[in-house]
T-cell receptor
Framework: DTAVSQTPKYLVTQMGNDKSIKCEQN?????MYWYKQDSKKFLKIMFS???????INETVPNRFSPKSPDKAHLNLHINSLELGDSAVYFC?????????????FGPGTRLTVL | KNQVEQSPQSLIILEGKNCTLQ??????????LRWYKQDTGRGPVSLTI?????NTKSNGRYTATLDADTKQSSLHITASQLSDSASYIC???????????FGTGTRLKVLA
């Protein structure tokens, strides 16, 4: 069974478009995250949600808007896509906010903006 | 500035050999340090999580060590296998926050 799933796996789009990436976890976790991994493979946290409440917003442009309809889902909507948004986006979840909790990552969504 | 630096950037070894990856950090104070394995095209998978009071933790053929005084950690891989080919990422949590600072990783290739 898939623990953390993301759709789509690949997304190719034109500059200026709006797109969404979906994430679902079936682990019963309370906390979910979005990470961005750039071309140099550097991972950086974007958002963290706990029980549908925003906890971390790491100076991400407001073109990025996460939405958590319930604890099992954390979707990422991106408006007015720019070339620099091209990256791999990873969703993750953990039991709770406790910093010693293990994070489980999804398979990633490779976004290419042309 | 809170940073995590890893070395070497890349490493090639023969199957069956041991290797050690290094992680130096300036994050202070920190509450825990993690090592992740990331296969190409996949998400990171947790190998070990160590709190500041732990010196070593093992997960099968992977052994992580931590020296909080010198702010250094290492990941030792014993009897490497082809499936160990991946990127290994060191992550440090800034104490008192939910902030995780990632290293740039070490790309390991194990050859037959």
């Amino acid at each position: 069974d898939t623990a953390v799933s993301q759709t789509p796996k690949y997304l190719v789009t034109q500059m200026g478009n709006d797109k969404s990436i979906k994430c679902e976890q079936n682990l019963g976790h309370d906390t979910m995250y979005w990470y961005k991994q750039d071309s140099k493979k550097f991972l950086k946290i974007m958002f963290s949600y706990n029980n549908k409440e925003l906890i971390i917003n790491e100076t991400v442009p407001n073109r990025f808007s996460p939405k958590s309809p319930d604890k099992a889902h954390l979707n990422l909507h991106i408006n007015s896509l720019e070339l620099g948004d091209s990256a791999v986006y990873f969703c993750a979840s953990s039991l709770g906010l406790g910093v010693n909790n293990e994070q489980f990552f999804g398979p990633g969504t490779r976004l290419t903006v042309l | 500035k809170n940073q995590v630096e890893q070395s070497p950037q890349s490493l090639i070894i023969l199957e069956g050999k041991n290797c050690t990856l290094q992680c130096n950090y300036t994050v202070s104070p920190f509450s825990n340090l993690r090592w992740y394995k990331q296969d190409t095209g996949r998400g990171p998978v947790s190998l070990t999580i160590m709190t500041f009071s732990e010196n070593t933790k093992s997960n099968g053929r992977y052994t992580a060590t931590l020296d909080a005084d010198t702010k250094q950690s290492s990941l030792h891989i014993t009897a490497s296998q082809l499936s160990d080919s991946a990127s290994y990422i060191c992550v440090v949590n800034l104490s008192g926050t939910y902030k995780y600072i990632f290293g740039t990783g070490t790309r390991l290739k194990v050859l037959a």
